[in-house]
């Protein structure tokens, strides 16, 4: 597991002693963090959606994002939401504001570029990237949806034009099977006349890769939170039926207490919070000291260590 933070929540899931629960870091992070699979990642983005990426077709930092010193490892209920079910849990928090869409040009640990001229001679202007990743609703694989009218997409896409940002949408893999046909054919919730500014990647990349192109993460209840710490980049939680999903799925601890990230409940909140730059970063801070391994891409070594006894 990822850190000493995260043996009660194991020892408790799986009905086994502390001691049994080894916090040698997870391994997973060691390719998070890895500084060319991060290059490869953005620039392989940057060349399949430069639409995306900016307004004359350029390119995304390929440098490492800042690893942060005690982050969290991957897949982390970390105090959070129902454990080990598919990626699924977190904890999230509260929020501020303020009033200008500029605070998402330069989130932590994230070069983004405010623009020059390319070959041509002609600009291009960096746009930012939000990835929407929440988890599903429903109790199994084949009832999971999302119920994305929770979001008003309309004044999203509005505020994207603004900012000159765009929402990338990665719906959890369970929602994305049941909104591909038998012919293979996804169907997307997103509606067609929003698609330039909220485009729907579900299914597409691996979400951790993704994590690599965005300047912010909006989830929900997922553990995907747990990876994005270690980024050092900012998150909001969107949560408008937290008690429906409390009730439900349940949490590991109190959602509000654990998020590293400010908590939303309606859209207006979350076009308050990306416009004003409003993220609680301190959140993650905590979340991190507590629930985060180490960063320095030798997990793997150590589980390796602690399995045979070297």
């Not at 959890?172 to 591909?180: A, E, Q, S």
């Amino acid at each position: 597991m990822g850190s000493p933070g995260l043996q009660p929540v194991y020892a408790e899931c799986f009905g086994i002693e502390e001691e049994a629960c080894l916090p040698t870091g997870m391994p997973r992070i060691d390719d998070l963090l890895n500084p060319k699979h991060i290059a490869t990642v953005q620039a392989t983005f940057a060349n399949d959606h430069p639409e995306l990426v900016s307004d004359g077709g350029g390119v995304v930092s390929t440098d490492k994002p800042a690893a942060l010193a005690q982050p969290p490892a991957s897949d982390e209920p970390a105090a959070l939401a129902q454990p080990p079910a598919s990626n699924e849990p977190a904890a999230l928090a509260q929020p501020p504001a303020s009033d200008e869409p500029a605070a998402l040009a330069q989130p932590p640990g994230v070069e983004v570029s405010t623009g020059g001229a390319d070959a041509t001679g002609s600009t291009t202007e960096v746009k930012r990237i939000i990835l929407f990743a929440p988890t599903f609703r429903g109790e199994t694989s084949d009832t999971a949806f999302y119920p994305i009218d929770l979001l008003n997409l309309p004044a999203l896409h509005a505020w994207c034009t603004t900012a000159n940002a765009s929402i990338v949408v990665s719906l959890h893999p369970y929602v994305t099977k049941n909104l591909t046909d038998a012919e293979g054919a996804y169907h997307s919730p997103v509606p067609p006349a929003l698609a330039d500014r909220i485009v729907d990647l579900s299914g597409q990349y691996n979400v951790n890769d993704l994590l690599h192109v965005a300047d912010v993460l909006i989830t929900d209840y997922s553990s995907v939170c747990y990876e994005f710490c270690y980024l050092g980049k900012p998150m909001l939680f969107f949560a408008p039926d937290e008690s429906e999903y409390a009730d439900s799925r349940g949490f590991l601890g109190n959602y509000r207490d654990l998020a590293p990230g400010k908590v939303v409940t309606s859209s207006e909140e979350l076009l308050a919070a990306l416009s004003s730059g409003d993220f609680e970063p301190h959140r993650a801070d905590a979340y991190r000291a507590q629930f985060c391994g180490p960063a320095d891409t030798h997990n793997a070594d150590r589980v390796l260590a602690a399995v045979l006894g070297v």
